[in-house]
């Protein structure tokens, strides 16, 4: 063995091939992000036209290291998605994303058995069908909520939360094709990745909730009593957030490996943990400075406080100025503050790009155009959409077929003399105006001065406190439905990876049949529709807003309602 790698200038034409795929994975993915917002889809076909399925223009061993470095992208597009999620939100939706996660697994898996009369599969490679397609895409619906500014929103949680679920699911889906495949069944190797999973899901929130949160509170008191010392000063640095975020992310992906779950379970987990202990712990700044309503009453009061006095006196500024360098100086260590610093920009041109370019790697295009495999693998791909689109029956908007009934007993109950109060609606948002009464309609009917009526408008409640609500609003119309639906549909890596094993295995017969191209199939057009629908139907919630805001709808509501609330 070699003790060192002798250093050789790379030629030219591996530094112009590389930069020239760089460069075009970056523009094809601004271009197609503008008009459809789906940029990732030309990253993988240029995948498949740059790499060994196409033009063959990269070596094996640059394929190889980049497949490490998308998935390294991938880790940390999931530890950013956790850094974005809400944990108060993720606790009150956690139901409602288990059963749109189950109903992306059990659809599939139950449609997939219509390969049986369709290629004459057995049992067990229709079912062994199913399981590399009842996985999605965790780094496709991370890059589409952050291009559309969904990540923290009730609907991006829901999306996240039920596509981790799914992800964890189909890496169990590979031990479980591996054991088929084997001679012998074990069935440790099964139960071990759900029991570990549930594990990394309970242990860490109560870690964090029995034993570093006590420790914050000591170490906060300790710093307030020593403000000057130098371990205070230490734990200001931006530098030292760094460490222990990066030392918290590496050190759970680590032991999540090596129990035997998923790598993106545990860095989501650890995104969610600095999340949780950014936004629901007390810090040292944040116990100096009020709270954000307090702040709000104290500069009214200021205000007034600063007309009564002579002269116009006002405030001090230099307490102002401090008040403000501190709470910059305690934003700047948010982890995603310290996420964008140090990782976006690399994350964003280089690493997600590679990312999705080893998707298209994977796919064998020069062997999947023979006639029986085209049309089979359009139907079965319309099935397994079909599957994952059923996830948005969750949202549907259904109203009682007997309401209508209902409401004609009301009115036939209620006398005609007596008039009817008109409740006044409660606002679905802070963001939005109450209702204008007409003074004098009001002061005509009621004979009530308008000066002397109470104000009957409900308060307006924070956009944060019904996206975190367990109870939220009914959905006012399809599109939260369709969203969910369609962020499910797009699979990636786990797909493929279950779809290949199965191959090499033997469950799907000979050396990549017909079945397992037909599964190929499926993956690959889910894989490029399924964001090119999602990112077109974005893009027209996003004209609807624009248009209603333009003809001066200050009080309209939001087209997602509190599903599309941060």
């Not at 307030?224 to 050190?251: C, D, M, W, Y």
Request: aromatic share 8%.
């Amino acid at each position: 063995m070699a003790s060192s790698v002798p250093y050789h200038e790379p030629s030219i034409s591996d530094i112009l091939t590389l930069s020239g795929f760089l460069l075009s994975l970056n523009i094809a993915n601004y271009g197609l992000d503008k008009v459809a917002s789906c940029g990732l889809l030309a990253q993988v076909v240029l995948g498949i036209a740059w790499g060994t399925p196409g033009g063959n223009l990269l070596a094996v061993d640059t394929e190889r290291v980049v497949v490490q470095l998308g998935y390294l992208g991938l880790i940390l597009l999931v530890f950013e998605g956790g850094l974005t999620t809400s944990v108060k939100s993720m606790r009150a939706n956690l139901w409602l994303s288990t059963c749109v996660a189950v109903t992306g697994i059990a659809a599939p898996i139950a449609l997939s058995f219509i390969l049986q009369p369709m290629l004459d599969a057995t049992r067990l490679q229709a079912f062994t069908a199913g399981a590399a397609l009842c996985s999605t895409s965790l780094g496709t619906t991370l890059t589409i909520l952050d291009s559309s500014r969904l990540s923290s929103t009730r609907l991006g949680v829901i999306l996240t939360t039920a596509a981790m679920i799914d992800d964890v699911i189909g890496l169990i889906m590979v031990q479980v094709v591996s054991n088929l495949g084997g001679r012998e069944f074990d069935p440790i190797t099964l139960i071990r990745p759900i029991l570990v999973s549930i594990g990394f899901a309970t242990i860490v929130p109560l870690l964090c909730g029995f034993l570093i949160l006590p420790l914050t509170l000591r170490l906060n008191s300790w710093r307030e009593k020593n403000p000057t010392s130098k371990i205070a000063s230490l734990f200001r640095l931006q530098q030292t957030a760094f460490i222990i975020h990066v030392s918290l992310l590496l050190g759970l992906v680590a032991a999540g490996t090596f129990a035997g779950t998923s790598s993106l379970l545990a860095a989501y987990i650890a995104g969610a943990s600095v999340s949780w202990w950014d936004t629901e712990v007390p810090h040292v700044h944040s116990r100096r400075n009020p709270p954000p309503e307090a702040r709000d009453v104290e500069g009214t009061e200021g205000v007034e406080r600063d007309n009564c006095q002579p002269n116009g006196a006002s405030s001090t500024p230099q307490s102002v100025s401090q008040n403000i360098s501190e709470s910059d100086e305690e934003d700047t260590r948010l982890g995603t503050e310290i996420f964008a610093r140090y990782f976006k920009s690399v994350l964003e041109y280089i690493l997600k790009p590679f990312f999705f370019a080893s998707i298209g790697f994977s796919v064998p295009v020069t062997r999947m155009f023979s006639g029986p495999v085209v049309w089979r693998g359009i139907i079965y791909a319309i099935l397994m959409a079909a599957g994952k689109l059923a996830c948005g029956f969750w949202l549907m908007p259904f109203t009682n077929p007997l309401r209508g009934v209902a409401r004609l007993v009301s009115k036939s109950l209620v006398p005609k003399a007596t008039p009817l109060r008109r409740l006044s609606p409660v606002a679905p948002c802070a963001s939005t105006n109450p209702p204008v009464i007409n003074q004098e309609t009001s002061q005509e009917t009621t004979g009530e001065n308008p000066e002397e009526r109470t104000d009957t408008t409900a308060p307006r409640v924070p956009c944060t406190a019904q996206n975190s609500t367990q109870k939220p609003e009914k959905p006012r119309s399809l599109y939260p439905a369709s969203i969910i639906g369609l962020g499910m549909v797009a699979r990636g890596e786990i797909g493929f990876l279950v779809a290949s094993l199965a191959d090499s295995k033997g469950i799907f017969g000979l050396q990549s049949s017909e079945l397992f191209l037909v599964v190929i199939w499926a993956i690959t057009l889910c894989t490029l529709i399924g964001p090119i629908f999602l990112g077109l139907l974005l893009n027209r919630v996003r004209t609807l807003e624009s248009s209603r805001g333009r003809n001066g709808a200050a009080s309209h509501r939001s087209v997602l309602g509190a599903w599309g609330l941060s």
